[in-house]
Nanobody
Framework: QVQLVESGGGLVPAGGSLRLSCVAS????????TRWYRQAPGKQRVLVAS???????AYADSVKDRFVISRDNAKNSLYLQMSSLKPEDTGVYFC????????WGQGTQVTVSS
């Protein structure tokens, strides 16, 4: 059974930083694409950043130059380094791993105070 476990969320003042981690219990993790999503209160889940199995990265415009997505295939892990955080970055952050189907973690709460 595939499990994704996120960690690293918390409460941080505006301008601060956090590093999210996601560990996947999945065989051949290196063959999967990976993404981070955010769901703000009362809003739909939105894509924040992605890194595919070839290492190609992409970011939502709202987080470009502030967030960095990375992965360590040897550790079956996905990361999101978040800097210069803003209150609008607040939400639950979900790890997503996909190939023919997609798997989701349970999410980790990030709250940025103004």
């Amino acid at each position: 059974q595939v499990q994704l476990v996120e960690s690293g969320g918390g409460l941080v003042p505006a301008g601060g930083s956090l590093r999210l981690s996601c560990v996947a219990s999945i065989i051949n993790f290196s063959l999967y694409g990976t993404r981070w999503y955010r769901q703000a209160p009362g809003k739909q889940r939105v894509l924040v950043a992605s890194i595919n199995r070839n290492g190609t990265v992409a970011y939502a415009d709202s987080v470009k130059d502030r967030f960095v997505i990375s992965r360590d295939n040897a550790k079956n892990s996905l990361y999101l380094q978040m800097s210069s955080l803003k209150p609008e970055d607040t939400g639950v952050y979900f790890c997503n791993v996909y190939r023919t189907i997609a798997f989701w973690g349970q999410g980790t709460q990030v709250t940025v105070s103004s």
